[in-house]
């Protein structure tokens, strides 16, 4: 009797679709108390919870990481403590240009991470999120635009911002979304554990079932 050959699982660079910690960036962009302020299309605590998420994924999987703000001195104030403490040794570039990919050190900066595919969030989406996303795009980079740790100043803006954005290429994600992207297997132990401390301090319902299988069939 022939025996039948167990299937092999596929590695992620047979899928070439979906990004890989080896070849992608994060860039946060203008996350300040003053867009926080003005945005309306998010509730400003998921949207500090989600971006602190987003930056805790970046630090497990090591991804290089480029930080901006905008006038942060004289109007919109530092870019928030949730995302610099994660990062302590990364200088956050700040800048007047309102398109942050105009800024020429920003630019360098990604340039630097040698990736060709770009993860960004950024306040407000409309803005400083659309407008490096776009620039990105036609300088030939792969990009992606985590949408819920974005918000716009009324949920039209950040809806026609989405719009905008996919016409010409870019690819809207969720904070969870990038989360499974980069862990791919729950057989990859060595960040398994890191992974589930951010699902359970950040992940609201999806944490509450982490809590409940460590605490219900854990101890068994």
């Excluded at 302020?37 to 497990?60: C, E, H, I, W, Y």
């Excluded at 919109?76 to 990364?90: H, K, M, N, Q």
């Excluded at 360098?108 to 490096?132: D, H, K, Q, S, Y």
Aim: proline share 5%; glycine share 6%; hydrophobic share 45%.
């Amino acid at each position: 009797m022939a025996t039948t050959a167990t299937p092999q699982d596929l590695p992620d660079s047979a899928i070439a679709n979906l990004f890989t910690p080896q070849d992608t960036a994060l860039l946060l962009v203008d996350h300040q108390p003053q867009m926080i302020f003005g945005a309306r299309s998010a509730d400003p605590q998921s949207l500090v919870n989600n971006v602190t998420a987003l930056a805790k994924m970046a630090k497990v999987f090591n991804l290089p990481t480029v930080l901006t703000s905008i006038a942060a001195d004289t109007f919109s104030g530092p870019l928030i403590p949730e995302i610099t403490r994660v990062f302590p040794d990364i200088e956050v570039i700040d800048r007047s240009h309102i398109n942050a990919w105009q800024d020429g050190a920003f630019r360098a900066a990604v340039e630097a991470t040698g990736r060709r595919r770009l993860i960004i969030a950024g306040l407000w989406t409309e803005v400083c999120l659309a407008f490096p996303a776009l620039s990105a795009t036609e300088a030939g980079y792969e990009v992606f635009a985590v949408i819920d740790s974005s918000a716009g100043s009324c949920t039209a803006a950040h809806d026609a911002a989405i719009i905008r954005m996919t016409q010409k290429g870019v690819v809207p994600v969720s904070t969870a979304s990038v989360l499974s992207e980069l862990q791919r297997d729950w057989a990859r132990v060595e960040t398994y554990d890191a992974v589930n401390a951010i699902v359970r301090d950040h992940m609201g319902a999806w944490g509450q079932g982490v809590n409940y299988v460590s605490a219900g069939f854990v101890k068994k």
